[in-house]
């Protein structure tokens, strides 16, 4: 691979060496992982990446056989594009928990569970409506509340 093919961005129209058959290899997972690290390079520049491991292609397997359309590393680089639009996935905004995410590793990128949760949109910006202030905070009591809507 030339300096030029590694900077040439990765399209869902190039042939491939990643077959389409249900199952998925070690050698093509390996191959495959190679043009995930490329586009999600490309998508989060500044994100941590490590050397590759076992268990980063032992992900992209895993995720292969539950989604097939991540054969293509397209799919990839869209759910990359996804995660990097979240505000929450970027550390921008706390989470449930109060706390904020980060830094962004590919290593955690390649979890099948937080791809799932990053295609099914649980990291996608929201819009939170404001809670309704209660007209008289010093009678307020929300369980009689809840009473009186169930009458």
């Given at each position: 691979m030339t300096a030029a093919d590694e900077k040439?961005?990765?399209?869902?129209?190039?042939?491939?060496?990643?077959?389409?058959g249900p199952d998925i290899g070690r050698g093509e997972a390996s191959a495959l992982l190679a043009k995930i690290l490329a586009a999600f390079g490309e998508v989060?520049?500044?994100?941590q990446t490590v050397m590759v491991s076992d268990q980063m292609i032992t992900h992209v397997a895993e995720?292969?056989?539950?989604?097939?359309e991540f054969r293509n590393p397209e799919a990839w680089r869209s759910a990359a594009e996804r995660a990097r639009a979240s505000p929450l996935l970027r550390g921008e905004k706390p989470g449930s928990k109060g706390r904020l995410f980060g830094?962004?590793?590919?290593?955690?990128?390649?979890?099948?569970d937080n791809l799932a949760n990053i295609a099914n949109g649980v990291y996608d910006e929201r819009e939170v409506p404001p809670r309704p202030e209660p007209e008289d905070t010093e009678t307020y009591n929300p369980v009689s509340r809840l009473a009186e809507t169930k009458r």
């Open positions: 040439r961005p990765i399209r869902a129209s190039e042939p491939s060496e990643i077959s389409t989060w520049p500044e994100a995720v292969v056989g539950r989604a097939p830094p962004m590793t590919l290593a955690w990128f390649l979890k099948p």
